[in-house]
């Protein structure tokens, strides 16, 4: 039963892939700024406008001059190039460099019987073998499934039970791969 619960998401995202092709577009080369991150946005010779602000919840940081910018989702040169124009206008060869101090984005949990539940960065790539080892590996009293909680685009929860005995074994392990709010439970 658990395989018929496991096939349609294994062949959705195995269709066509390898593994290494797989791993390959999850991981980024250039780090995306994330939600709650910190920034230093540096705007030189204006040091009025220089600023160390976080990213909101909602994505956009907000600069004199430049209004609201969506920094979510972009490279620190993306929201460079973007700061950029959007101070043009202002500021003559405006000359704009952004760093990030803090490393504050995405996120996923483990809960139930495991060694130290709770909620840890979601650094790179990060397969569901790897978040229970994060989080101290199985309880003493842990059972042989886990129940991994994932949020869709549309507001729902999928909900997949994997058994922890074929994960070890490494049958289900290259698709599963975590995304930024995810949530493992070992009942």
Known sequence: MRRTILLPILALACAGTTKSERIATRASPEYRIGREDVLEVVVWHEPELTRVMPVRPDGFIALPLAGEIEAAGKTPSELREALTRALGPYVKDASVAVLVREINGPRFSVMGEVAHAGTFPLRGVVSVTQALATAGGLGEFAGDEVVWLRQR???????????????VKGEVEGALLLAAGDVLYVP
Do not use: A, P
Not at 155 to 166: A, M, P, W
């Open 153 to 167: 685009s549309d507001g729902k929860t999928d909900r997949v039970k994997l058994s922890v005995k074929e994960l």
